[in-house]
């Protein structure tokens, strides 16, 4: 298992710093916005993140 968590985890936090890196104004603008959210629309969000990434993983993870 260790096999993939550890690259997987990696890969998770170069794109999670993309944005911050890339264009530090919007990815601001972006926390504000999500800071304003309800809990319900927040936790909507991270639901269908974790949806999308489980589809992903079964279309093209492993063999």
Do not use: K, N, Y
Not at 26 to 53: H, K, P
């Amino acid at each position: 298992m260790s096999d993939w968590l550890w690259p997987a985890l990696a890969l998770m936090l170069v794109i999670e710093g993309l944005l911050p890196f890339v264009s530090p104004r919007r990815w601001r603008e972006v926390f504000v916005r999500a800071t304003q959210m309800s809990d319900g629309q927040i936790r909507f969000i991270g639901l269908t993140s974790m949806l999308i990434g489980m589809a992903l993983l079964l279309l093209f993870g492993g063999p």
